[in-house]
């Protein structure tokens, strides 16, 4: 099934850096969302976007919806310990008879205290 | 408040043989979604069950078939497993017309052998 391209991969960053990951489609979206996933664990929603050009804010985490729909990055600042984990985006088309979200391959965040 | 729970939490199978996961929503929740996820990537849609009825299905075959009883709970039916079907299976619930306010469960982790 399709999957949306999330970079990077993973980051290995020290503990106070800030962090910087995108995710990218061929085709257009109008709600993209950012999950971080824990082991063992459901993913769990950090942030949700509706709107092209939106620019969120949640704590330390910073995301936006970009203007062509078809990409969304998401920002992490001054990353502590418990930041790691595999993060997730996840685009949707909701409206009409499409409930289903697609996601990307996650990025790895290992954070070095 | 329970969130998701999903039952087992861990199972072995033989290929060829047939399994039944379980899913109760959160409380308040009507929707119920699942999902797929190999090791190293992100979740797959499979389908989404409201008022009892599969109302989107992702592109998985027939062998992946599930119910939505009248308490909203859910369960996701594979028949004739393959190895290819292990893999770690997400139950997410929602409310209808709350556009994808996912809450997902900790999953069940399949493994065929």
């Known amino acids: 099934g399709q999957q949306l391209n999330q970079s990077p991969q993973s980051m290995f960053i020290q503990e106070g850096e800030d962090v910087s990951m995108n995710c990218t489609s061929s085709?257009?979206?109008?709600?993209w969302l950012w999950y971080k996933q824990d082991p063992g664990e459901g993913p769990v929603l950090l942030i949700a976007?509706?709107?092209?050009?939106e620019l969120t804010s949640n704590g330390r985490l910073t995301a936006q919806f970009g203007i062509t729909r078809k990409d969304s990055f998401l920002n992490i600042s001054a990353s502590i310990p418990s930041d790691v984990g595999i993060y997730f985006c996840a685009g949707g088309r909701s409206g009409g008879s499409n409930y289903k979200l697609t996601f990307g391959k996650g990025t790895l965040l290992t954070v070095n205290p | 408040d329970a969130g998701v729970t999903q039952s087992p939490t861990h199972l072995i199978k033989t290929r060829g043989q047939q399994v039944t996961l379980r899913c109760s929503p959160k409380s308040g929740h009507d929707t119920v979604s699942w999902y797929q996820q190999a090791l190293g990537q992100g979740p797959q849609f499979i389908f989404q069950?409201?008022?009892?009825?599969?109302?989107q299905r992702g592109n998985f075959p027939d062998r992946f078939s599930g119910h939505q009883f009248p308490n909203y709970s859910s369960e996701l039916n594979v028949n004739a497993l393959l190895l290819g079907d292990s893999a770690l299976y997400l139950c997410?619930?929602?409310?209808?017309?709350?556009?994808?306010?996912?809450?997902f469960g900790s999953g069940t982790r399949l493994t065929v052998v």
């Open positions: 085709s257009i979206f109008n709600t």
């Open positions: 976007l509706y709107k092209a050009g």
């Open positions: 997410a619930s929602s409310v209808q017309g709350a556009d994808y306010g996912y809450t």
């Open positions: 069950y409201y008022e009892e009825e599969e109302r």
